[in-house]
């Protein structure tokens, strides 16, 4: 298991593509439940979510569509396995980062404290996120790493539409 675990540091940090991960429908399933569990706890921490399991079931859902669509678009669908456990595997690796910098905007709420550098650090990981799932993509599209950041940054965008007109904040 650690070992898993650092080939999806590796990747993170570039060093490693998704080509290096098998094609297994057992490491896909595997990285698949992790990535629900911390999902949804980091879905729990945050709380505001009225429907967290929807919520997560939707954006697995519309997640690995759009992988597989891109990966379809150019003609290298056999590689959906390998990708969609680097993308969700390194998702999962930022959750778990982001657990703390949760809890930590938790603890300044009603506080009056400053949240900027939690803020800041919220969007460096967004960044590194889109980073690393550009950097995936391109890998397995064998195309430039400014078109995968290009794709991610278009998923993104959906993603974010999709969820605030199906999961509006509440008042």
């Known amino acids: 298991m650690l070992r898993l675990i650092f ?4 990747i993170a940090l570039h060093r490693r593509g998704p080509d290096e991960l098998p094609a297994s429908r057992f490491l896909f399933g595997v990285v698949l439940v992790a990535y629900l ?3 949804f ?10 429907h967290p399991i929807l919520l997560l079931i939707v954006d697995t859902a519309f997640s690995l569509t759009f992988i597989w ?3 379809k678009a150019f003609d290298r669908e056999r590689r959906f396995k390998q990708t969609a456990s680097a993308l ?19 603890s ?13 650090l919220f969007a460096l990981l967004a960044i590194w996120s889109i980073d690393i ?7 397995a599209l ?30």
Do not use: Q
């Not at 799932?133 to 890998?139: K, P, T």
């Open 7 to 10: 080939a999806f540091v590796e």
């Open 37 to 39: 569990t911390v999902a």
């Open 41 to 50: 706890a980091t879905l729990h921490l945050g709380a505001g979510v009225t």
């Open 69 to 71: 669509s891109v990966l």
């Open 88 to 106: 969700l595997g390194t998702d999962t690796l930022l959750n778990v980062m982001s657990m703390p910098l949760i809890v930590w905007s938790k």
């Open 108 to 120: 300044l709420e009603g506080t009056g404290g400053d949240s900027s550098v939690v803020a800041i």
């Open 133 to 139: 799932s550009g950097f995936v993509l391109s890998r």
């Open 142 to 171: 064998d195309r430039a790493y400014f078109l995968g950041v290009a794709i991610m940054l278009g998923y993104v965008l959906l993603s974010i539409s999709l969820r605030l007109s199906l999961f509006p904040a509440p008042t």
